[in-house]
């Protein structure tokens, strides 16, 4: 089975609130190809401040299967954590205020610009 | 009327035999690429005639040199790219040619770990486990025989034999990715690619439980080079294919999504590229957003080419030593004397449509990377082809590499 069987696009834009969750579940998740997701920074003005993060590409089914179920990805957070024997450094609380507000678009494909401008996000000039 | 339209015939006619000899002259088998040295899939490499030159050679249109993905854990493996769709996780570089190691592991033996079940065989390069735990591993090379560059790719042919195998699903790991699956006892060669080799040695480890496998390396081929990479799934461009030109060529290419795309080769020693380099791209915009082509860092503000942005009176790279960068699409030079403008570059990069920009004789002495696709605020939307990074040329050798590359996307230059 290739790649492209195994996988579906999505984009994601979380607010500047909750990065910080978004990027450890991703980095917990998934920690060879997870890791630095969010890095590209989003607002309405295209002007200082950031109010969104946004990642858009290719993810694995699994991943993409429990994107926006909280108690499902806190789960898999866990249990990440716990194979790793590493402490949790987000609560379910945290992913579902991440959920909450965050935009999960699975038709942007080639799109990504259309659907962001769609959103009201413009990409702000910030030093990574 | 009969005149013109005879005209107009005679126009097509030129035109399409043109075509006709323009496709000829890039396809594989052809004797110009022979006569030249050239192996059939590696057209550029006159520009680095003994691949030490300073530069980079990235292509984006031939999977052959494309990895899905770059991970350095010993997880799923590590595999060129099968299909259209996949996400490119490195592009390796070309310019370097490839290496092939010497095959006699038992002098390069240097380090150790297990239950003394794993021996080198009777022939040098045989491997032998005749009853290893998981985790028990030989690694090679200490940087003897591999004294090749951090971020270098090796790719080993295999010949596993395990005629007494009792239990199916027993695998182990050859180098730092990859796991070997055998099924069931028997005899196979196995390509194994892309293996990564770390600080100069790679490892031959048991994955899980071994009994009596014995393998034998058949051949080790080292790619040095700067490899174009990136490591976040979600932030890898993803091969594309689209057909272009009145003979539906297929032009194949890296897709940027203008959000977080992004691939950079890993840090090397300022000086590595000279201050009098030339640069090839290939690139085709999707949307209007200004974007920068090429960079050390996001954001450098100061190490970055083919800045294109509506109106914009900036020069298309920063000049450095006083030197006025002159920017070229399509082998045509863009304004005046002076330093091009983003501006110009900016209605020269018409939407949806491939060309190739070219800077001469640009200091690069300072660079200590090498990026596409992400400059902040400034992320390329669309496709790149081929990006040349190389010493500057003659004008004869520019034209030569523009046509390579304007051929491979389609564009008659």
């Known amino acids: ?128 | 009327m009969a005149t013109r339209n005879g005209m107009v015939n005679r126009s097509n006619q030129i035109g399409r035999v043109n075509e006709r000899k323009n496709r000829d002259f890039f396809s594989n088998n052809l004797p110009f690429r022979e006569a030249n040295g050239l192996a059939p899939d590696l057209p550029l490499q006159f520009l680095w005639p003994t691949g030490a030159e300073a530069g980079g050679y990235w292509d984006f249109g031939n999977s052959g040199y494309q990895l899905t993905t770059n991970q350095v854990t010993a997880t799923a493996g590590d595999f060129r790219l099968s299909a259209v769709g996949q996400t490119v996780g490195i592009q390796l570089d070309r310019k370097v040619r490839p290496v092939q190691h010497s095959l006699d592991l038992s002098s390069r033996i240097s380090g150790y770990s297990g239950t003394s079940a794993q021996t080198i065989g009777v022939n040098e390069n045989e491997i032998t486990f005749t009853k290893a735990a998981a985790g028990d591993y030989i690694a090679f090379g200490a940087g003897v025989e591999f004294p090749v560059a951090e971020f270098s790719r090796v790719e080993a042919v295999l010949l596993i034999e395990s005629p007494t195998l009792t239990v199916n699903g027993i695998n182990f790991i050859m180098g730092n990715i990859g796991s070997l699956l055998i099924l069931s006892p028997g005899r196979y060669i196995y390509t194994c690619q892309s293996l990564q080799i770390v600080n100069g040695q790679f490892i031959v480890q048991a994955f899980n439980a071994i009994n009596d496998v014995k393998l034998t390396v058949l051949s080790l081929t080292g790619y040095p080079g700067s490899h174009l990479q990136q490591g976040t799934t979600t932030a890898r461009p993803i091969s594309a294919i689209e057909t272009v030109g009145s003979w539906n060529q297929s032009v194949y290419s890296g897709r940027f999504d203008g959000v977080d795309d992004e691939v950079r080769t890993p840090v090397f020693v300022a000086g590595s590229l000279t201050n009098n380099m030339d640069v090839f791209m290939a690139v085709k915009k999707t949307a209007a957003a200004q974007s920068v082509l090429l960079y050390e860092t996001s954001a450098s503000g100061t190490k970055y080419m083919f800045l294109n942005q509506n109106g914009s009176p900036d020069p298309v790279s920063p000049p450095s030593g006083g030197a006025a960068w002159t920017c070229f699409v399509d082998g045509v030079q863009l304004g005046g004397v002076a330093n091009t403008t983003a501006g110009e570059l900016y209605d020269a990069l018409t939407i949806n449509q491939w060309h190739v920009v070219e800077l001469r004789n640009i200091d690069m002495s300072g660079w200590i990377a090498v990026a596409a696709g992400n400059y902040t605020a400034h992320r390329h939307t669309g496709n790149i082809g081929i990006i040349a990074v190389c010493p500057a040329q003659s004008d004869a050798n520019r034209t030569l590499a523009r046509r390579i590359i304007g051929a491979q996307v389609g564009l008659l230059l």
Request: with cysteine; net charge neutral.
């Open chain 1, 1 to 128: 089975m290739n790649e492209s069987q195994t996988q579906v696009h999505r984009l994601l834009a979380v607010t500047a609130a909750t990065v910080q969750t978004a990027r450890e579940l991703c980095k917990t998740l998934a920690p060879s190809s997870g890791d630095n997701m969010f890095i590209s920074s989003y607002s309405a003005t295209g002007f200082a401040p950031v109010t969104h993060y946004v990642s858009a590409g290719l993810i694995s089914k699994q991943f993409a299967g429990i994107l926006g179920n909280a108690p499902a990805t806190f789960s898999a957070y866990q249990s990440a954590k716990a194979s790793a024997k590493l402490p949790e450094l987000v609560t379910l609380a945290q992913v579902e205020a991440l959920y909450a507000t965050a935009i999960i678009r699975d038709d942007a494909f080639g799109y990504e610009q259309i659907v962001l401008n769609l959103l009201g996000l413009k990409p702000v000039a910030e030093v990574k």
